[in-house]
């Protein structure tokens, strides 16, 4: 329920402003796309104006660009590609916008609250920015303040988004993403609330509690609100720094992976839903991971995570009607045998290094630049005549982030058994054990299971 005492609360008159400010932009893509539709056109040249228009728009807008852009699938691959391009860093605001933000936050005297507090953003991108502080104890922390009327300009550009969708559904029928953009929906109005994400991060904690490897960072409650989070600074590498590093330590650094993202989805029914590359680095000599950004997390129902399962032993028994069941249980519905020969296409490509046993690369000869792109092409090519074909909401973070997580193992050339890191992680798979499991972790943090 909206709160109707809370100044930034989503408004009309303020998404009116954020539609007259970004409206005209998104109405000359779909002009441009629609003039290509009925006079023939070069698709290559909409894909760019659409990633123009859109990279002059900024804020939420462009953050859901790039978003859809790694949903695999999703978009027509030319416009993907374009949208790829997209740069989610924005200027920093100055200094006096985060005096004024951080008094609205934690009330005149909010300086005295910190024993440093950096002027300048370290990271700035579309829904806020992040400033290095340090607390009374001497810990040092990493303080992340929303922008003002995120909310508004959320809601005006989910609107907007719709446009641009109806604008692909004309270009290309073969997948309907009606399903698809209510998730992309829920999840950027969960990023917004920086309570939530404080929650998810006391969830990871917890997960990865045992694993002294897998490290989160630790919120301090005091000084944190809805749109601010203070936590502590984890130093670290960055991934694209290990790069040349010796085979075991890239070896060692994908193992952290594998298990910092398996182990939440297959015991817990959780992802970690933002693959991005910088939200993981390393450090003590590339043994411990640091897991970062928790505002994109997917919480599925136990029956999900079933079907996951229950998928991968029906691809390595070669069982045809059990790989449709599991199909069913994702969410997919109306599975000819054409259909399902479709989606096994791709199903065999997420699943293909876990079932192999034997130690490979995710993808021998395919750079991460062009992991999976192949086999959307050959899906999206039955799909045209097979289409609409309706992407069950549940799927699209699985699918994107199990997409990440490959391309991170890429660009590591990593060469692991990933067959016996899987099964060791389903080892003794139950879905209602993990039902209860992830209905008293939630609980535990404060958190609800999604819809």
Known sequence: MTDASDPERDRLSARLGRVAQVGANVAGAAAAAGAARVFGGDDARVAKALKDALGRSKGPLMKVAQLLATIPDLLPETYAAELRKLQSQAPAMGWPFVRRRMQAELGADWQTKYAQFTHEAVAAASLGQVHRAQAHDGRALAVKLQYPEMASAVEADLAQLRTLLAMFRNLDRTIDSSEAIEEVSARLREELDYERERKHMALFARIHGGDGAIRTPVPLEDLCTKRLLSMTWLQGDGLMAQLEADAETRNRLAGLLFRAWWKPMTAYGVIHGDPHLGNYSFTDEASVLNLLDFGCVRVFPPRFVGGVVALYWALLREDRDSVAAAY?????????????????????????????????????????????????????????????????????????????????????????????????????????????RQRHALARVGLEADA
């Open 328 to 436: 069913e249980a994702w969410g997919f519905s109306n599975l000819s045998n054409d259909l399902i020969d479709a989606l096994s296409i791709w199903a065999r490509f997420i699943f293909a290094p876990l079932l192999d046993d034997r130690v490979r690369t995710v993808a021998d000869g395919v750079a991460p630049a062009h992991y999976g792109r192949k086999e959307v092409m050959e899906v999206r090519n039955r799909l045209r005549t097979l289409g609409p074909v309706t992407v069950p909401r549940e799927f699209v973070f699985m699918d994107r982030a199990a997409i990440g997580l490959g391309a991170a193992f890429l660009h590591l050339r990593a060469e692991l058994n990933f067959a016996q890191l899987f099964q060791a992680s389903i080892e003794g798979f139950d879905e209602a054990v993990l039902a209860e």
